[in-house]
C-alpha cells in the first residue's frame, strides 16, 4: 500500500470501518514508515527498514577492553573510564549494545567516557568486568579533612 487512500480503500472492502483520520493516527501510533520500493512507495514497519537488531552481547564488549588500554575511576554513581584519544565512544557503544543494563546510560567525549547509574551498588558490575577495574569496583568512604584551627570536614 502506497497511500492512506489506498489503505482505506483495502480495508473497507474486507468490512473494516475506517476513515483516512484513523488509518493516519494508527499510521502514526504503529511507527510505520513510508519507504520507496521498485514498484513505488510502500508502509513498513521499522524493524523490516533497518533489519532486526542484533540480540545483546558481550563479544564485542570483551573485545574492544582486551584491545583497548582503559583506567577506570568511580565517582559516586559514575564511573569514568579513560582509554586512548579516539577510543571513547567506541566503547560507549559497545556497553550500549552488550547484556550489561544496570546502567542509566553513557556519554563519551574523545577519550573519556562516563557510564552512569542510578544505584550505589551497579557500577561495580561494570568495574569488575573491565581489566584493573575491580579496585574501584566499591565506592571509597570519604575522608576526613582536618584544617588547622578549624572543624573537620568530610
Known amino acids: 500500500m502506497g497511500s492512506q487512500r489506498e489503505l482505506v480503500e483495502a480495508l473497507t472492502s474486507q468490512g473494516f470501518g475506517v476513515t483516512q483520520a484513523t488509518v493516519s493516527r494508527d499510521i502514526t501510533e504503529l511507527g510505520l ?3 520507496p520500493r521498485a514498484d ?3 508502509y513498513a514497519a521499522p524493524e523490516d527498514v ?4 542484533a540480540a545483546p552481547s558481550d563479544d564485542r564488549l570483551r573485545r574492544i577492553l582486551a584491545d583497548v588500554p582503559v583506567r577506570v ?3 559516586g554513581l559514575i564511573l569514568v573510564l579513560t582509554g586512548t584519544p579516539g577510543t571513547a565512544s567506541v566503547v560507549a557503544q559497545a556497553i550500549d549494545e552488550s ?3 544496570e546502567q542509566e546510560g553513557t556519554l563519551a567525549g574523545d577519550n573519556t567516557l562516563l557510564v552512569l547509574f542510578a544505584d550505589e551498588a551497579a557500577p561495580g558490575t561494570l568495574a569488575r568486568s573491565i581489566p584493573g577495574g575491580a579496585g574501584v569496583a566499591r565506592p571509597q568512604p570519604a575522608m576526613t579533612h582536618r584544617h588547622p584551627g578549624g572543624p573537620s570536614r568530610t
Do not use: D, I, Q
Not at 533497518?50 to 537488531?53: E, L, Q, S, V
Open 33 to 35: 514508515l513510508k519507504v
Open 50 to 53: 533497518a533489519g532486526a537488531p
Open 73 to 75: 575511576g568511580r565517582s
Open 40 to 42: 513505488g512507495p510502500t
Open 99 to 101: 547484556t550489561l543494563r
